[in-house]
């Protein structure tokens, strides 16, 4: 069965630091990666996403891929209180034309100021 | 960006009634919708894959006479919680992906939370 596995958390940092959140993933032929931002009692928004190796910066995150060890972080540099929340990885399966996205269980983080 | 409007954001509705909650997406059509439920401090589950102008795909587990899924058109899906019992309270979301997007990006609704009394 495919499976994306997070660390739960919650992961605490202090307001400033770099907070790293990881990702791994069992389907070795999946393309596409994804960060999510759940806040709670609010749907997901996407945060960021990545398809080749190497890493993808966009603002204060990074996101990185390694896919020959299955492996997705993201880091989020400069961490404000506004940045706790519950991160979700996706990968998306390419099951025909019936793709969809494997979701991890979520990485709480704590920012404090 | 772009948008989809889910509706509505929460409803209180007594054990045995039907509930219909709508997905619309505002600004691109969506060949492909999906529809999550997810219970407190637990990811998204998801619960069927809706295609526009056929049948839905339900998950394993997911009965599909009690969720009914109906994608008329490019731009909206409906999930019909019926005969809904207090088990079925959850935070139900709907997600569109966008027609022709060289990549798979996803784009959520608001969200609805059911409480069933």
């Known amino acids: 069965q495919k499976e994306v596995e997070q660390n739960s958390g919650p992961l605490s940092v202090p307001e400033g630091a770099i907070a790293s959140l990881n990702c791994t993933y069992s389907?070795?032929?999946?393309?596409?990666f994804f960060w999510y931002r759940q806040y709670s009692g609010k749907s997901p928004e996407l945060i960021m996403s990545?398809?080749s190796n190497g890493d993808k910066e966009d603002g204060r995150f990074t996101a990185q891929l390694n896919k020959a060890s299955q492996y997705v972080s993201l880091l989020i540099r400069d961490s404000q209180p506004s940045d706790s929340a519950t991160y979700l990885c996706?990968?998306?399966?390419?099951?025909?034309?019936?793709?969809?996205?494997?979701w991890g269980l979520g990485t709480s983080l704590a920012v404090n100021p | 960006g772009a948008v989809v409007s889910q509706h509505p954001s929460w409803v209180i509705c007594k054990s045995g009634t039907s509930v219909k909650i709508e997905c619309r997406s505002l600004?691109?059509?969506?060949?492909?919708m999906f529809w999550y439920r997810q219970f407190p401090k637990q990811s998204l589950m998801l619960m069927a894959t809706?295609?526009?102008?056929?049948?839905?795909?339900?998950e394993q587990g997911v009965e599909k006479d009690k969720f009914l899924i109906n994608h008329a058109s490019l731009t909206l899906s409906t999930l019909t919680v019926t005969s809904a019992h207090p088990e079925d309270s959850s935070f139900y979301i709907c997600?569109?992906?966008?027609?022709?997007?060289?990549?798979?990006?996803?784009?959520f609704g608001s969200g609805t939370q059911l409480s069933v009394l």
């Open positions: 997600s569109a992906r966008r027609q022709g997007a060289g990549n798979e990006k996803l784009f």
């Open positions: 600004d691109f059509q969506a060949t492909t």
């Open positions: 809706s295609n526009e102008g056929s049948k839905a795909t339900y």
């Open positions: 389907d070795r032929v999946s393309q596409s």
């Open positions: 990545i398809y």
């Open positions: 996706a990968v998306n399966t390419d099951a025909g034309n019936n793709r969809k996205l494997i």
